[in-house]
């Protein structure tokens, strides 16, 4: 029964691997044409830290998890995939934030909630890293099963994900319904895409909350990888998505927006008045096209 986990455990792990090395080749001219030709901001970088991070992180995952460790080794190698794991969904999180905080026209008070939320679910995340308990399988490979008490500890780092998703999802829900008799078409987009990846990432997010719960010690956590992965090629569709609608995006080097502060900045996200000022744009078009 046991081998049987690890072997479905191995499955799994090259089936979301798989998924993610393949998105990435075929948006790969994508990513050169609408990023790499650009003036690079904070944003951009975050979105390369989100495409390489797991790219090459995974690639050391993948050879350590089938290689026969010392138990001190393998300790390590476990603890390394699940920073690996947490790391990458704090970019993503990051690139959402950012996302957000741009909808609601750089307000602070709203950033400051975002935040002040985000550090308290990141110290539930960091927490379940620490004291863990588990066995290791001895015949080869480094594989690891998770002890019952250490499931549960695990799972609220996931937890802590999907209500922090829920609640980036409501911003967005809220800021389009307000905004609906508004023809902004860049509105709708992010509104449209981020209900996506919401629908996508909280059925692969509750389903791995699920496998700490119910499966063995050796597929608790099974889905992890597969949801990671799936976060971060969603992540990064919505970005590619959005530049090549328009080129006032998230990743711009410049925006129509004035955050509330003392000094005018230049911003890396995209604003409302972005969306308004496209908005304008097409009707104008539109109108000519008519003409």
């Keep these: 029964m046991l081998a049987w986990e690890i072997l479905l455990h191995g499955y799994l792990q090259i089936i979301s691997l798989s998924f993610l090395y393949w998105d990435h080749l075929i948006t790969i001219d994508d990513e050169l044409r609408l990023l790499w030709n650009k003036p690079k901001t904070l944003a951009s970088y975050l979105f390369f830290t989100n495409r390489y991070l797991a790219f090459f992180g995974n690639i050391t995952v993948t050879i350590l998890g089938f290689t026969t460790l010392s138990v001190t080794s393998c300790n390590n190698y476990a603890l390394y995939r699940q920073v690996l794991l947490v790391a990458s969904q704090i970019v993503v999180c990051a690139l959402l934030t950012m996302r957000i905080y741009a909808l609601y026209t750089c307000s602070i008070k709203v950033l400051m909630y975002m935040l002040g939320s985000g550090v308290i679910l990141f110290a539930v995340s960091c927490w379940s890293l620490t004291d863990q308990k588990s066995d290791r399988w001895e015949d080869s490979g480094c594989h690891i099963g998770l002890s019952r008490v250490t499931a549960i500890r695990v799972a609220s780092a996931w937890e802590a994900l999907f209500i922090y998703d829920s609640m980036l999802f409501a911003f967005t829900f809220y800021r389009a319904y307000t905004h609906r008799t508004e023809k902004i078409p860049l509105l709708y987009l992010v509104f449209r895409d981020g209900s996506i990846y919401y629908a996508a990432m909280a059925l692969a997010t509750l389903s791995n909350i699920l496998t700490f719960y119910l499966a063995g010690p050796y597929l608790r956590g099974g889905l992890s990888s597969c949801a990671s992965s799936l976060s971060i090629t969603l992540m990064s569709r919505l ?34 008045s972005d969306f308004e000022e496209y908005s304008y744009d097409n009707e104008t078009d539109s109108e000519e096209f008519t003409a």
């Design 239 to 272: 970005m590619l998505n959005l530049h090549r609608t328009t080129d006032v995006g998230i990743l711009s080097d410049k925006s129509a927006a004035t955050c509330e502060a003392e000094v005018s900045h230049e911003l890396d996200t995209l604003a409302l």
